[in-house]
T-cell receptor, first 114, second 112 residues
Framework: NAGVTQTPKFRILKIGQSMTLQCTQD?????MYWYRQDPGMGLKLIYY???????DKGEVPNGYNVSRSTTEDFPLRLELAAPSQTSVYFC?????????????FGPGTRLTVL | QKEVEQDPGPLSVPEGAIVSLNCTYS??????FMWYRQYSRKGPELLMY????GNKEDGRFTAQVDKSSKYISLFIRDSQPSDSATYLC????????????FGKGTRLSVIA
């Protein structure tokens, strides 16, 4: 099993450009998450999904969009990139929530907006 | 007050030292407590998880939860340079679709 994979690993965007961060998991997990991690600020939840077709906002959803058409994929869309979106983005998945349902993280995408 | 508070460090210790990492929280509904380890330029990985109050030991690592004080700890015995990483606490409520709430992480360096 590859676990959680993310593409691209690195990306530089110009202000106003758009892009999609890809996330795929092969563990048949119901739950998927997108986080951003800024230096010294920990993980902040952007969006999450409890199953195909269902998404919900996290702590910092502004400027992002998501969709969940399949169990495996959970892409994150940036429509109008801003310098404040420079960060490391992590995708994660879990079977459920609560006891024993650990979140498995991908390797991250480093995004710079100039 | 933030839901989860964690001293960001950095914390630097000599090899072989006992390390204590801590988090405090304000939400009394939290029942599941986890510690994640994150190496530089990698994604976090689950290190330990516990339910409610008490201790859990796994090799050199011990996780401790004190719900009365809303305080959790991770102890690392005989610390090794390979333990150098950022350690994040995470917690969630008992039921429902509430995602994990993470602390900011403590950066640990173990010096040989």
């Amino acid at each position: 099993n590859a676990g959680v994979t993310q593409t691209p690993k690195f990306r530089i965007l110009k202000i106003g450009q758009s892009m999609t961060l890809q996330c795929t998991q092969d563990m048949n997990h119901n739950y998927m998450y997108w986080y951003r991690q800024d230096p010294g600020m920990g993980l902040k939840l952007i969006y999450y999904s409890v199953g195909a077709g269902i998404t919900d906002k996290g702590e910092v959803p502004n400027g992002y969009n998501v969709s969940r058409s399949t169990t495996e994929d959970f892409p994150l869309r940036l429509e109008l990139a801003a310098p404040s979106q420079t960060s490391v983005y992590f995708c994660a998945s879990s079977q459920g929530q609560g006891w024993g349902n650990e979140q498995f993280f991908g390797p991250g995408t480093r995004l710079t907006v100039l | 007050q933030k839901e989860v508070e964690q001293d960001p460090g950095p914390l630097s210790v000599p090899e072989g030292a006992i390390v204590s990492l801590n988090c405090t929280y304000s939400n009394s509904a939290f029942q599941y407590f986890m510690w994640y380890r994150q190496y530089s330029r990698k994604g976090p990985e689950l290190l330990m998880y516990t339910y409610s109050s008490g201790n859990k030991e796994d090799g050199r690592f011990t996780a401790q939860v004190d719900k009365s004080s809303k305080y959790i700890s991770l102890f690392i015995r005989d610390s090794q340079p390979s333990d150098s990483a950022t350690y994040l606490c995470a917690m969630s409520a008992l039921s429902g679709n509430t995602p994990l709430v993470f602390g900011k992480g403590t950066r640990l360096s173990v010096i040989a």
